[in-house]
């Protein structure tokens, strides 16, 4: 049978792929990170990129409100690579980060400026091999509190010192803390998407676009992808065979309606 997944973890969805000549065989698909990224984060890029002759930068960003629901599975993915290297493309190479560092203000349209950091996502490796971009392909994501995101870049030195082996014994009393939290900050949460390199003509380019999410609706953007494919899957419009990463399966078009039903506000600009 066909299989589907929301996976985010970088290893599992990169690595999807080793199933392929097994899904061919049995004639079904196979597809994980149907997801905000990388499957939503490359549609996107297909569509304010159209016609591009090259890449040189790309970013892609999340950062929830803080009211938005969380679960221990998520606060253990992101203590699961906390101070950890972190394989990420910049400056025209590879480089080992560490996990929640390169900490930064970023300016997130509809919603402000918020902390940003690196984190170790799917994407990291998928922007680069799609797009090739010669500069630089980066994920961030942050917390809206302060506290909570500058609190975990501190609690990252213990780790990148080596004198902790990760911060997952530490995800219960964590996910406790954020939790008391839950009535700071706001239900306002946002995705942005930055490119740049040459467009059709050769000449320098960027295209930007963003995403935001109030009322707590944030939570559903993640799911919005396997939505869609559900529906290709019913309406027998799939004609993949094989396994691999959700990337370059759908269309834009794809998101719009369940933006639109859902009260999403998105805007982007070539």
Known sequence: MHYLDLADGRQFVRDIASFDTRARQAGIAVI???SSIPALSHAVIDTITEGWRA???ITVGIFPGNRAPRGLAVVQAILSYVGKPVAVFRQGRWQNIPGWGLVHRAHVPFVGKRWASVCDTPDQDLLVARYQPSQSAE??????LPILHLGLWLL???VRWGWLATLLPFARPMLRIAKWLLPLGSDKGGMTIAVAGLD???QPARAMWALKADAN???YVPVLAAVAMARKFRDGTLTFCGASACVGMLDYRDFQADFGRLAITVTGEG
């Open 32 to 34: 994980a990170g149907a």
């Open 156 to 158: 990252s030195w213990p």
């Open 200 to 202: 059709s003509s050769g």
């Open 217 to 219: 609706r944030g939570p």
């Open 139 to 144: 994920f961030f994501a942050g917390l809206e």
């Open 55 to 57: 890449f040189h930068d």
